[in-house]
């Protein structure tokens, strides 16, 4: 299997050369970024520091951006995983910022592992603040988060109202408490202090078996195990959110009713109350990993994602700025 590590040897975030570092170009290829990389489109690629984290992360624009959309991926996942939500963010004219969660793909930390829910929130911040401070997060912001990435994205959301961070956000799959929680938590309870990792299941969590079979077999920068110290800290995460104000957000939640992982229709019951303006798209077919469904599933979702954008679009002024380099 390709190994990547090579790649952690990267200095800090700068423009992508074609010509540069070849296991950079292989890197692409494997996760379908590369089609992406047209006279039209420009990248910057490396380290954001992040003090506790050296943050893998990728800056992708077309070259008149109307704003910025942070994309925060999921538990297990990396931002390798993301071209398809990628691709449609740039026909719409955002500039994407994507970044691997401390522990996942390429980022520094313990694999699958954080000691604090608040470090993910440090992190989004480090980035942000970096990035916008040498013009590459051009103002307004949108939020899309993947499980885990919602549940950054709505905490963040929730514990700054008065901050106006955010345009909007767009929630897939949120996680608020995993599925079978109640029993799942007993059980965290007995083992928890006795046992550091489980093995992993690769789960159906999308209808396309074709990217089943790819994280399996073929993606190097998948985790192979459950780090109870990540639930752990979970567990103490969720009565903080439930905690938090409300916020009249732009908010959309878009939601498979197969999706094992998490308790979606508890959950969804959480977010209503917290993000009372949300418009909530649920799919009869669609799993857990949204981005990645089968075609037919994922057109679906992602019209639905386009019809909440062209809302909030038509209020943005065309930002100009100079065009990310081209490779």
């Known amino acids: 299997m390709t190994d990547f590590?090579?790649?952690?040897?990267?200095?800090?975030?700068?423009?992508f050369r074609a010509e540069g570092e070849p296991s950079l170009a292989d890197y692409l290829a494997h996760y379908g970024l590369a089609p992406l990389l047209t006279e039209q489109?420009?990248?910057?690629?490396?380290?954001?520091?992040?003090?506790?984290?050296?943050?893998?992360?990728?800056?992708?624009?077309?070259?008149?951006?109307?704003?910025?959309?942070?994309v925060v991926h999921g538990y297990f996942d990396h931002l390798g995983l993301y071209r398809h939500l990628l691709e449609r963010l740039l026909e719409r004219r955002w500039r994407v910022v994507l970044w691997d969660l401390p522990g996942h793909g390429l980022s520094s930390g313990k694999r699958a592992c954080i000691d604090d829910f608040a470090h993910y929130g440090?992190?989004?911040?480090?980035?942000?603040?970096?990035?916008?401070?040498?013009?590459?997060?051009p103002r307004p912001w949108l939020g899309i988060g993947q499980s885990t990435g919602a549940a950054i994205l709505a905490t963040d959301?929730?514990?700054?109202?008065d901050e106006e961070r955010w345009s909007g956000l767009a929630l897939l799959a949120p996680l608020v408490r995993p599925c079978g929680w109640p029993q799942a938590g007993w059980l965290h309870?007995?083992?928890?202090?006795?046992?550091e990792t489980?093995?992993?299941?690769?789960?159906?969590?999308?209808?396309?078996?074709?990217?089943?079979t790819f994280l399996r077999e073929h993606d190097p920068l998948q985790p192979g195990h459950l780090s109870l110290n990540w639930v752990s800290a979970m567990r103490r995460w969720m009565p903080q959110l439930l905690a938090l104000p409300s916020s009249d957000l732009p908010t959309l939640i878009l939601q498979g009713e197969q999706d094992l992982t998490v308790d979606w229709e508890w959950n969804l019951t959480v977010l209503e109350r917290k993000f009372p303006n949300a418009r909530i798209h649920r799919h009869p077919d669609a799993r857990h990993h949204l981005v990645n469904e089968a075609e037919p599933i994922r057109t679906t979702l992602f019209a639905a994602l386009d019809e909440f954008l062209a809302e909030l679009e038509p209020g943005l002024s065309t930002i100009a700025q100079e065009p990310l380099s081209r490779c």
């Open 5 to 15: 590590t090579p790649l952690q040897a990267l200095g800090p975030i700068a423009p």
């Open 41 to 70: 489109v420009g990248l910057y690629v490396g380290y954001v520091d992040a003090q506790r984290y050296q943050l893998w992360s990728q800056v992708w624009s077309p070259a008149e951006p109307i704003g910025t959309a942070f």
């Open 122 to 137: 440090e992190c989004l911040h480090a980035l942000q603040e970096q990035l916008n401070a040498r013009g590459l997060a």
């Open 157 to 161: 959301a929730l514990s700054r109202p």
């Open 189 to 195: 309870t007995l083992v928890g202090p006795f046992v």
């Open 198 to 212: 489980l093995p992993r299941r690769f789960g159906a969590n999308s209808t396309d078996a074709e990217f089943a």
